[in-house]
């Protein structure tokens, strides 16, 4: 397979979500093969190791817009999943001959962030059917559009997001993430501040709250429950939630992360609006990996019996990830990609 088609391959698949767009992987080429590795970019701020569920889902992702760039060249590929804990995570085999020219896939770049407003619409009949129906092996989607049902799970949103303001090491995770100068933003890591959407005086109060110290301070004082009820606002208007379910076992968080990926591309397609909300599923992991700020653990534990019931999860069934979906009043800003170079390497 030549050098070009690869580093394109490459590239096309690096558009893949990945938790505050820290891009955790390096794409490597072995011959005709495509291997998926793990990068640690922040390791120390970093809160998602190699094995996490949101590392997972991110190599998801990338194997989905693979598969899809393949599809759309004409190329057959052969995945090889490595064991729970080995590196790479797996390598795609390559047959066939690569076309002259790159043929990008339907949709190919179009998957993006919102985080303003959405319009009140519902969603059109047939696009929320399509995405209802979505599985990949033992994960599916739920689509929540009644409104008692939806307001039920944003609470259970807010309840998280109180666990979350109180937590030092994802505080450090989120502001180590955050880029604010032209210089920051231009290096495609992490979140560009100017796409979160921010009122007046967001910023502001970003600063306020970077420091650790000060924010244990404001947390005496309730500021996690009110930021929690801001975070809220905008997903409870939401016509309509998205949650992508299934295993928790075996490679569930890599079928997961296709999943969602190819959801959220189509619904993006289709002119609908996406937004992501992790922090349900990350509060639950942390819940039972023991990494949950202290005093929450009752609380999140009765968020995950809600949540499983609101579902109808079945048992061994997990919550991956939770999209608000509408229509776009605007046009959002769309944070960039690190280089090529720096998310794959090409045959010596």
């Known amino acids: 397979m030549n050098k070009d088609f690869l580093e394109q391959l490459a590239a096309c698949a690096a558009l893949a979500p990945s938790a505050d767009n820290c891009q955790p992987w390096r794409m490597r080429a072995a011959g005709d093969a495509l291997e998926l590795h793990h990068v640690s970019r922040h390791p120390d701020t970093n809160v998602f190791g190699p094995d996490s569920h949101a590392t997972l889902m991110s190599i998801g992702g990338l194997a989905e817009n693979i598969d899809a760039a393949l599809a759309a060249n004409g190329v057959r590929g052969q995945w090889q999943w490595s064991e729970a804990g080995t590196q790479p995570y797996g390598r795609v085999a390559l047959a066939g001959t690569a076309p002259e020219r790159f043929v990008a896939p339907a949709g190919a770049g179009v998957r993006h962030t919102n985080r303003l407003p959405f319009r009140a619409d519902a969603l059109a009949p047939d696009l929320a059917a399509r995405a209802a129906a979505a599985v990949e092996g033992a994960q599916r989607v739920v689509l929540l559009q009644d409104a008692d049902a939806r307001k039920a799970l944003v609470k259970l949103v807010r309840l998280s997001s109180e666990a979350r303001f109180c937590n030092r090491d994802l505080h450090r995770w989120l502001f180590g993430s955050l880029r604010k100068t032209p210089q920051d933003v231009a290096s495609g890591d992490g979140l560009d501040v100017a796409t979160l959407g921010l009122p007046p005086g967001g910023e502001a109060m970003l600063g306020l709250m970077s420091s650790w110290k ?135």
């Open 214 to 348: 000060r924010m244990e301070t404001l947390n005496r004082i309730g500021a996690y429950k009110f930021l929690a009820l801001t975070e809220v606002g905008l997903i409870s208007a939401a016509p309509a939630l998205l949650c992508v379910v299934g295993s928790g076992k075996g490679r569930a968080g890599v079928d997961a992360g296709r999943l969602l990926t190819r959801v959220w591309t189509q619904l993006n397609a289709a002119g609908a609006a996406v937004q992501p909300y992790y922090v349900v599923s990350d509060q639950i992991n942390r819940l039972h990996d023991g990494s949950l700020a202290a005093g929450f653990e009752g609380r999140i534990g009765a968020v995950e019996w809600e949540m499983r019931r609101l579902l109808g999860l079945a048992p061994g069934e997990m919550l991956h990830m939770i999209l608000r979906v509408g229509y776009p009043k605007g046009t959002p800003a769309r944070s960039r990609r690190l280089p090529l170079e720096q998310v794959f390497v090409s045959a010596p």
